[in-house]
C-alpha cells in the first residue's frame, strides 16, 4: 500500500557528510512521524532519530546529538538525515520508517512502514 525508498548511502572517509533522503509514495505521509535506525553486521537495529509530522519537534539518540539532523518536506512527503562529522563507528545500513504517533517513538515496533535501507560506510 505504501512505500518508502532510502537513497544518499555510500562510502565517505571519517569527518566527513552524507545526507539520506526517504521518499513515499503510495499515501501522503503529510502527517506521519518519521524515524531513522540503523543496524551494524552483528548488532540488533538501533534507534538513531525521530520527528513529528510538522518537522518541528524531534529526538536522537546521544551518540549522534549534535552531528546529525532530522527534516522533512512535506510538498515532497521527504524525510532527510544530514549526518556529519561521521565517524567509522556509525558505519551502518540505515532506515527509515513512519508511524502514525502522535508522540514520538524511538522502538522499532511501533513503526507501521519501512524503507529497504541504504548503506553508510565511514572508513578511519
Known sequence: QVQLVESGGGLVQ????????????GRTFIRS????FRQAPGKEREFVATM???????D?????????TISR??????VYLQMNSLKPEDTAVYYCAANTGPILRTFARY??????????????
Open 52 to 58: 513529528d509530522w510538522t518537522g518541528t519537534i524531534t
Open 33 to 36: 512521524f518519521m524515524g531513522w
Open 14 to 25: 571519517a569527518g566527513g557528510s552524507l545526507r539520506l533522503s526517504c521518499a513515499a509514495s
Open 111 to 124: 513503526y507501521d512502514y519501512w524503507g529497504q535501507g541504504t548503506q553508510v560506510t565511514v572508513s578511519s
Open 73 to 78: 518536506d512535506n510538498t515532497k512527503n521527504t
Open 60 to 68: 536522537y539518540r546521544d551518540s549522534v546529538k549534535g552531528r546529525f
